[in-house]
């Protein structure tokens, strides 16, 4: 992303924005709720378009060729409505089918976010934290060379956030870089690679969860959001500290 930002009539949604990613580098944009991180997100994958700036995924823009940027990237939508009565597994086929992947690719997915026993049952009757799951198996179908993930953690249990700690870092280990943002800072300090804190569509702070540990000690991310946003100017800030 280089310049980008995001305008709508007279209000800035996002500032001139600047980020580069290595292969297999995971990227937490942390900020309470309007601070960008979803305009962002959306400018990656395609659906809105920035006001100013370029956007490339290897070398390749949204601009130049939608098809094959957006075969770059596999996105988590932080709201999604699952409809037509489909399971799981028939979900999972409908996304392989437009990329033309294999059936064995879904199998083994719903299997890696613990969906295998409930394959066949319908999606509508799946609670919040299971749909979470199962939207994040789209997103890592066809192995894209960066994951894109809106607030993957909302609703998912203690032992599935754990587990998300575990999928993104095999998703790394896979060649995959992965961005989302989260709420959640002891989520963000355990599986990213860098931390990006975000106001009012504004860059604040960002370095290495090595850097926030030697800046703030045992508090880490949390420090750095204390600093960031001290008490009694967190009005609509829902960052969760544990």
Known sequence: MKGVSKRIKQQTLVEPFELSMDAGEL?????????????????????TQPSEGNITVNGMSWKENRTEYSNQIGYMPDQFNFGNGLTARETLQFYASLRKIKVTRTEEVLELVGLTDVQDKRVSTFSKGMQQRLLFAQAILAKPALVVLDEPTNGLDPYWMEEFVQLVQQIKREGSSVIFSTHQLNI???????????????????????YFQQKYGTLGLQGAFAEIFPFGQRAGQEIKLS
Do not use: H, P, Y
């Not at 937490?28 to 395609?46: D, F, Q, Y």
């Not at 355990?190 to 969860?209: E, H, M, N, P, Y």
């Open 188 to 210: 963000a300090e355990l599986a990213c690679d860098r931390a990006i804190f975000l106001q009012k569509g504004r860059i604040i702070q960002q370095g290495s969860v090595e």
């Open 27 to 47: 990227v937490a944009l942390c900020g309470g709720n309007g601070a960008g991180k979803s305009t962002i997100l959306r400018m990656i994958v395609g659906i």
